[in-house]
T-cell receptor
Framework: KNEVEQSPQNLTAQEGEFITINCSYS?????LHWLQQHPGGGIVSLFM???GKKKHGRLIATINIQEKHSSLHITASHPRDSAVYIC??????????FGAGTRLTVKP | NAGVTQTPKFQVLKTGQSMTLQCAQD?????MSWYRQDPGMGLRLIHY???????DQGEVPNGYNVSRSTTEDFPLRLLSAAPSQTSVYFC???????????FGEGSRLTVL
């Protein structure tokens, strides 16, 4: 079993829909990252969380440390949101583990 | 600002050859790290550094060496390349080990 599990693996949505991507992990962590990888391959950091909730524009990320679970929400999705979203956890010993990613396609 | 710069972007090697992937950042970040990304495997941490003179192993360190003589640079060395090292490599930096990560554009390496 992977230490970081993401769901769903693939997600297709219509423009304007509310989207949720989930991440569960099994190790103690010091931080959790949500990353976005564009079709061209570049990786951008969206959020770094150690507790609670963060919001940036139409993106919201939450983390529940007790349940070892994080969610990434996209409100009013747009075709430009189409990308692979990756959850990554920084363990207490500085090691880093990644989820397999969620491929999101938003259709106009 | 250049951010994180990786070179080369593409490289083809023969088995047994050596090479160095360069990574430089101009943000005065203490934390730097190297990852490989393989189809079906996702990203995996190779080595990381929390400051000049300090390096440590990640999940998949075998076959790779690193050093951190300056804050700005964190080169990744393949001493004897193997086909299993064919991958896309990413370098990233952060203010510290728990801060936001900034990624380079990636380096695609093929070992024949």
């Amino acid at each position: 079993k992977n230490e970081v599990e993401q769901s769903p693996q693939n997600l297709t949505a219509q423009e304007g829909e509310f989207i949720t991507i989930n991440c569960s992990y099994s190790v103690g962590i010091s931080a959790l990252h949500w990353l976005q990888q564009h079709p061209g391959g570049g990786i951008v950091s969206l959020f770094m969380l150690s507790s609670g909730k963060k919001k940036h524009g139409r993106l919201i990320a939450t983390i529940n440390i007790q349940e070892k679970h994080s969610s990434l929400h996209i409100t009013a999705s747009h075709p430009r949101d189409s990308a692979v979203y990756i959850c990554a956890v920084k363990s207490n010993n500085n090691d880093m583990r990644f989820g397999a990613g969620t491929r999101l396609t938003v259709k106009p | 600002n250049a951010g994180v710069t990786q070179t080369p972007k593409f490289q083809v090697l023969k088995t047994g050859q050596s090479m160095t992937l360069q990574c430089a950042q101009d943000m005065n970040h203490e934390y730097m790290s190297w990852y490989r990304q393989d189809p079906g495997m996702g990203l995996r941490l190779i080595h990381y550094s929390v400051g000049a003179g300090i390096t440590d192993q990640g999940e998949v360190p075998n076959g790779y060496n690193v050093s951190r003589s300056t804050t700005e640079d964190f080169p990744l060395r393949l001493l004897s390349a193997a086909p299993s090292q064919t991958s896309v490599y990413f370098c990233a930096s952060g203010r510290d080990e728990t801060g936001e990560l900034f990624f380079g554009e990636g380096s695609r390496l093929t070992v024949l």
